[in-house]
């Protein structure tokens, strides 16, 4: 048999190391899945069982069977969707005028941005809950949309900022000889070469507006206003927890993200091409 090469054998050790490191990140997602669909008497066996046998949906059934689910899911979509979208609008402009144009303050901008990003979430329960019941907004999902953005914005900005200054102006200067108007150019040549940061910075706000429980619970007071962290909570009462419903609406609870990271992923390569040819 050949002797391998140390580049060959190093390119093993590498893949191997990379399976292994794979393997330990998806196993909790696969475990969080197998759980779902295991038999309730199952759940909470001392021998732990690997491979569910047989595969049983009742963990599922209960799960949607909860009242006002839609109601939750609907909420969480509406809410997701707002921030996600009203948040790229503006931090797209904003990067835009903070990386191309020269202004006074523009260096405090991008300290503060720095600085906000840096203050827990946690701290900010009490501040935020006070100025949205001085606006009237409690209870309401415009304000946990204008809640979102809040914590969302610093880091869009600051990352699109990057991207912004990574586009050679040549390129911008070259659509504006050729006959483009500023917004032409913006969204023929700018927009297209951003697409990677776009997307980047719509799977960090998709998420943190998704998975948030303690600004959804403290904000919403009204049942109908609650969010899907919130359902997940409701699996939990005083007497005893439902581990195998809790289970399989976790499972449901994170297919959005994943389904959206899938929808949007391509743009990350396709995006970094796009727009800097001329036609």
Known sequence: MREMTP???????????????SAVMVFPVYWMLATALKQRGSILSAVPQFFPWPLSLDNFRRALDKPHFWVFVRNSLTVTVSSVVLSLVIALFAAIAIARFRFAGRRAVLVI???VQMV?????VIPVYLMLRSIGALDLVPGLILTYMTFVLPF?????????????????????????????????????????????????????AWDDYLFAYV??????????????????????????????????????VL???????????????SGAVKG
């Not at 580049?7 to 490191?21: C, E, M, Q």
């Not at 827990?120 to 900010?124: C, H, L």
């Not at 389904?259 to 091409?273: E, N, S």
């Open 259 to 273: 389904v959206f990271f899938l929808l949007v992923q391509r743009r990350l390569v396709g995006g970094m091409t």
């Open 120 to 124: 827990p979430a946690a701290a900010m």
């Open 219 to 256: 904000i919403m007071k009204s049942q109908s206003n609650y969010t899907l962290p919130v359902w997940l909570v409701s699996f939990k009462t005083a007497e005893s927890v439902d581990y195998g419903a809790m289970i399989a609406a976790s499972t449901i609870f994170s297919l959005p």
């Open 113 to 115: 941005l720095v600085l």
């Open 7 to 21: 580049a060959r054998r190093r390119r093993t050790v590498n893949n191997t190391i990379a399976v292994a490191v």
């Open 156 to 208: 869009t900005i600051w990352t699109l900022r990057g991207f912004v200054e990574g586009v050679p102006v040549e390129l911008e200067e070259a659509a504006l000889v050729d006959g483009c108007g500023r917004f032409q150019m913006y969204v023929r040549v700018l927009l297209p070469l951003l697409m990677p940061g776009i997307v980047a910075t719509s799977i960090f706000a998709f998420v943190n």
